[in-house]
């Protein structure tokens, strides 16, 4: 009996590891690049090789962005391995432009923002959500250098005096 409850405990596990949420690649660099203003959870069409690609954790999206074309948003630059088992028929274009799921009015109000206020749409983060492949767009406007710097400076600041207080109240807290 004990057997069986294991062997269901560990079932159980592995679909809630299957389903549960998990991140497959984060743009880094754009939180570094761009000063993001608005995020957008967006769903994204993809190819069963490419999702099977996808579940093994392998994609880049360094230089990846987000563009309206004909009323569609679509993500370009998102680079997608073939998966190992797919070959010929099966195989897809690792860099070809790949579909982003919004709401009408989404699209139009991203749209607006991005031609009016010469934002950029840069994917954050692809990851699976019940499942689900999903991208997090953000509407984002570019730093120049001495942005990044007065950033990095700004980060070091909050960071020393985070250390300075932990250090206060280890060293508080022991006398």
Same mark, same amino acid.
């Given at each position: 009996?004990?057997?069986?409850?294991?062997?269901?405990?560990?079932?159980? %596990? %592995?679909?809630? %590891?299957?389903?549960?949420?998990?991140?497959? %690649?984060?743009?880094?660099?754009?939180?570094?690049?761009?000063?993001?203003?608005?995020?957008? *959870?967006?769903? #994204?069409?993809?190819?069963?090789?490419?999702?099977?690609?996808? !579940?093994?954790?392998?994609?880049?999206?360094?230089?990846?962005?987000?563009?309206?074309?004909?009323?569609?948003?679509?993500?370009?630059?998102?680079?997608? +391995?073939?998966?190992?088992?797919?070959?010929?028929?099966?195989?897809?274009?690792?860099?070809?432009?790949?579909?982003?799921?919004?709401?009408?009015?989404?699209?139009?109000?991203?749209?607006?923002?991005?031609?009016? =206020?010469?934002?950029?749409?840069? +994917?954050?983060?692809?990851?699976?959500?019940?499942?689900?492949?999903?991208? =997090?767009? $953000?509407?984002? /406007?570019? !730093? !120049?250098?001495?942005?990044?710097? =007065?950033? #990095?400076?700004? /980060?070091?600041?909050?960071? *020393?005096? $985070? /250390?300075? #207080?932990?250090?206060?109240?280890?060293?508080?807290?022991?006398?």
């Amino acid at each position: 009996m004990a057997r069986a409850r294991k062997i269901a405990a560990k079932r159980a %596990a %592995a679909r809630e %590891a299957r389903t549960g949420d998990r991140t497959v %690649a984060t743009n880094r660099r754009a939180r570094h690049d761009y000063d993001i203003l608005d995020t957008l *959870e967006c769903g #994204i069409v993809l190819q069963g090789s490419e999702v099977k690609s996808l !579940r093994e954790g392998k994609a880049q999206m360094a230089d990846a962005y987000a563009r309206v074309d004909d009323g569609e948003l679509w993500l370009f630059g998102l680079h997608v +391995p073939p998966w190992q088992f797919a070959a010929g028929w099966g195989a897809h274009d690792p860099d070809r432009k790949r579909k982003l799921l919004v709401h009408r009015e989404e699209i139009d109000e991203l749209m607006g923002k991005s031609q009016q =206020q010469s934002l950029t749409m840069v +994917p954050l983060s692809l990851y699976f959500h019940d499942g689900r492949a999903k991208v =997090q767009l $953000a509407l984002a /406007r570019g !730093r !120049r250098l001495y942005d990044k710097r =007065q950033a #990095i400076l700004s /980060r070091d600041a909050e960071r *020393e005096a $985070a /250390r300075a #207080i932990r250090s206060a109240q280890r060293w508080g807290s022991a006398g």
